[in-house]
């Protein structure tokens, strides 16, 4: 069953929000001709994230329901840090949540040749100037928050000279760090962002796709604005942290007024933050790096290549960020929710399968020693035309070690001395023996069954037992790998005030056990979903699993289990 078809994708019923209400007012006046154009801009300098996706389904969100269209865009102007393994793993992880850019392909890098040309007309202007200060003199001179900045001694040269320099820069005449250009705005503005900031610095370092032409780059700031109205973007949206960005990003493009075909309006929404998580790529990458993960794309990241290999569809991603909503007040969203949208999800999608953890011998002394029987086992409880499969019962079996206690606490319905439970799709048996080993550990159980109670013939059922267990026959159970995760870190806000997220981490967060499955499992292709009955959803690993060796992840439990069941793993 392929969960990542986005043609198999029910469009989700979008919630109404201030950025659709600003668009739909756009739409209403004319102010884009009814043109609705958007962007996704991610730096290549790491793998996409949950926060990320929420950006990405509401760019293409939006261009989709109004008719518009999605760019996917490099922002590419720090050489030293972007890679193209990033840039690989990007696309990958938007097209697999099911979003199509179409033939809006774009790296800011392309627009190297004319943002040069821009800045020479900034110069031309007066509006920028060649700063010949060393960096900490340019921070010095900036000012603080309280304190306005001062000008530059090199802020009043003209035109032609810094014409001469900005070319001269560009030739490679100059070391790096020993001139920068900037804008000409306001020293003295209470917005640091206007105090003539830095528009390009000299930087020798290799491009990842212009290679060694340039060696002077563009700054963010600067590039951003310019790519955004040279793609003819309308609503350029990005996070509150830009807010205080707004009026350079304004700033440039009045001073490009006729040079650029138009001025998109940024706006501003609240970034997702998601409990027990850490969201920034230099904190995932210091994960990745310090080996305290297994990379990029290991089941306990959140970013959307860990999410995939956890067991995360696209479709619970997609109901999450229609779920959270977006406005402009920042807050954390409770982990849980992100759970309950893949059960949500899974449980319609995800056939019924029987997988044996922690595995406890159960022996059936009344039962032939030769003896085989099939029982008929729903692959869907809700979903009768799914239909049934024929699991095999024979005289040994596995149950879980937990569904039998020697000494049962009170309430307790399964297997312990005497007692007894239904076998799930079988018989009822009771507890006759408990076999030790010389420690003095539970190596298997005896049982005797009763033949009157097959589950499916009539009559069968009339007899009541509280408990009802899941098994497999020790026979035809085959082994798998299961890896059984949890959260990452043991505290919900683990990069909270600037505290180091690695002092949270939980060393429980990982665990692999050998455990048994049904036949049937053995065959399970890459990125196959199921639930195991009582144990949760899981999905075959797609960098682990081999032909008839499945690797088992648990993408995520039945119910919200977190801190709540004692020993749980
Ligand atoms: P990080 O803090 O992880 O480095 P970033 O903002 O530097 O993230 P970019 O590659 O620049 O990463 O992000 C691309 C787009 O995704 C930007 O428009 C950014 O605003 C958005 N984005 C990043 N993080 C989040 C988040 N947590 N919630 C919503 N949008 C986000
Ligand atoms: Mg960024």
Not at 176 to 188: E, K, N, P, Q, S
Not at 317 to 345: H, N, P, T, Y
Not at 475 to 498: I, Q, T
Not at 526 to 552: K, N
């Amino acid at each position: 069953m392929n969960h990542d078809n986005p043609a198999a994708i029910p469009p989700q019923p979008s919630a109404p929000h201030f950025i659709r209400a600003i668009i739909e007012e756009d739409i209403r006046t004319g102010k884009w001709q009814g043109r609705v154009e958007t962007r996704f801009p991610p730096e290549p300098n790491g793998y996409l994230h949950i926060g990320h996706a929420k950006s990405i389904c509401l760019n293409f969100g939006l261009a989709r329901d109004y008719g518009g269209a999605c760019h996917l865009r490099f922002d590419d102007t720090n050489p030293e840090k972007e890679e193209r393994q990033y840039v690989e793993s990007i696309i990958e992880s938007v097209q697999w949540l099911g979003f199509d850019w179409g033939r809006h392909l774009y790296h800011a890098s392309d627009y190297f040749d004319r943002l040069y040309e821009f800045a020479e007309r900034l110069i031309d202007q007066g509006d920028a100037y060649v700063d010949s200060l060393t960096a900490e003199e340019i921070r010095a001179y900036r000012g603080t928050l309280t304190e306005p900045g001062k000008d530059s001694p090199y802020r009043t040269r003209s035109p032609a000279e810094n014409l001469d320099l900005f070319r001269r820069m560009k030739a490679g005449e100059f070391a790096d760090g020993t001139h920068v250009l900037r804008a000409r705005i306001d020293m003295g503005s209470p917005n640091i962002n206007l105090r003539d900031p830095v528009l390009y610095r000299i930087r020798r370092a290799h491009h990842h796709r212009t290679g060694g032409n340039w060696c002077i780059y563009p700054m963010y700031d600067y590039t951003h604005c310019i790519s955004d109205a040279l793609e003819t973007i309308t609503h350029s949206l990005c996070t509150l942290e830009f807010e205080d960005h707004r009026p350079l990003y304004d700033w440039i493009l009045d001073r490009l007024k006729g040079a650029v075909p138009c001025h998109p309006q940024q706006i501003e929404f609240a970034r997702l933050n998601l409990t027990y998580t850490v969201m920034s790529k230099r904190k995932l990458m210091a994960l990745v790096d310090g080996g305290y993960v297994e990379g990029w794309d290991d089941p306990r990241m959140p970013t959307l290549a860990g999410l995939r290999r956890r067991g995360y569809t696209p479709t619970a991603i997609r109901l999450f960020a229609d779920r959270i909503g977006v406005s402009k007040a920042d807050s954390w969203i409770d982990a849980g929710i992100l759970e309950d949208c893949l059960r949500e999800d899974l449980n319609t999608h995800a056939p019924r399968r029987i997988a044996v953890l922690e595995p406890l011998k159960l022996i059936l002394d009344n039962y032939p020693e030769q003896g085989e029987e099939t029982c008929l086992v729903p692959n869907h409880p809700q979903k009768p035309e799914w239909g049934k499969r024929a699991i095999p019962l024979t005289r040994e079996l596995y149950i879980e070690a937990d569904d039998f206690k020697e000494t049962p606490p009170k309430g307790y319905f399964r297997l312990s001395p005497g007692a007894e439970v239904r076998l799930r799709y079988a018989y009822i048996v009771r507890c006759t023996d408990v076999v030790k080993d010389a420690e003095g550990n539970i190596v298997q159980i005896h049982c005797t069954y009763d033949p009157d109670t097959r589950s499916g013939t009539p009559g069968a059922e009339k007899r009541k037992v509280k408990g009802n267990i899941h098994w497999l026959s020790a026979k035809h159970a085959r082994p798998a790998e299961v890896r059984l995760y949890d959260r990452l870190f043991l505290n919900a806000h683990p990069d909270a005030g600037g505290r180091d997220h690695l002092a949270f981490l939980n060393p429980g967060s990982s665990r692999t056990i050998a455990a048994y499955v049904e036949p049937a499992l053995a065959q399970a292709q890459p990125e196959d979903r199921f639930q195991f009955e009582r144990h949760g959803y899981f999905i075959a690993d797609r960098v682990s699993t081999t032909p008839g060796g499945p690797v088992f992840n648990r993408a995520v439990s039945l119910r919200d289990s977190w801190g709540k069941t004692p020993g749980s793993p």
